[in-house]
């Protein structure tokens, strides 16, 4: 069925460093929608990007939508604490209905 | 407040003993899903619903039943639990899924041991 792979799983920044997530799939997407989940919490929607070469931005976060709708990105510019948590990208799904998620990338922030 | 409310947070229980747990969305959502999440394989849907009396299975549906009976709730129950449902549980609703894509909101989760 549709996968979709996230990269890195894990990643320690310095508070005040940048921080970017990848996301890829084999296939085209139709969309692509981006979550939080802070640590004990439970998955956030941040945003969704349906066009092809998309950018969208929220504060300090920037996402993209590659031209090809096979890939997306989340880049958080000067991370601060309360970024901490791990940030799933979800496609549409291939045999089951709904969105199929990435595994995440944990970020980890050191004062 | 527009909310998806699992019940309960934290669940024990024993090999083979029927239980449910709950969910109710008050946005009156149509589409409504199960995740379980575990370490290193991420959230995988365990069954989902388009409307009322409408569900099918999603990627990991083995050893779990759902029903929507009412649009609001769409309880996951496990008739007989085995230590392999030890598991982060959620559900998930959104506005629609036949008329396009829309943002997930999660339920709080629930944390389900069986021994």
């Known amino acids: 069925g549709q996968q979709v792979m996230q990269i890195p799983q894990y990643q320690h920044v310095q508070e005040g460093e940048d921080f970017t997530t990848y996301c890829n799939s084999s296939t085209t997407l139709s969309n692509i929608q981006w979550y939080k989940q802070r640590p004990g919490g439970h998955p956030v929607f941040l945003i969704q990007l349906v066009k092809s070469g998309e950018v969208k931005k929220q504060k300090r976060l920037t996402f993209q939508f590659g031209e090809a709708k096979k890939n997306s990105s989340l880049h958080i510019t000067a991370t601060q604490t309360t970024d901490v948590g791990t940030y799933f990208c979800a496609g549409p799904g291939g045999g089951a209905d709904g969105l199929t998620f990435g595994k995440g990338t944990h970020l980890i922030i050191q004062p | 407040e527009a909310q998806v409310t699992q019940n309960p947070r934290y669940l024990i229980t024993v090999t083979g003993k029927k239980l449910t747990v709950t969910c109710s969305q008050n946005m009156n959502h149509e589409y409504m899903s199960w995740y379980r999440q575990d370490p290193g394989l991420g959230l995988r849907q365990i069954y989902y619903?388009?409307?009322?009396?409408?569900?099918d299975k999603g990627d990991v549906p083995e050893g779990y039943k759902v029903s929507r009976k009412e649009k609001r709730n769409f309880p996951l129950i496990l008739e007989s639990p085995s230590p392999n449902q030890t598991s982060l549980y959620f559900c998930?609703?959104?506005?629609?899924?036949?008329?396009?894509?829309?943002?997930?909101?999660f339920g709080s989760g629930t944390r389900l041991t069986v021994v």
């Open positions: 998930a609703s959104s506005l629609s899924r036949a008329r396009g894509f829309y943002g997930y909101t």
């Open positions: 619903s388009m409307n009322v009396e409408v569900t």
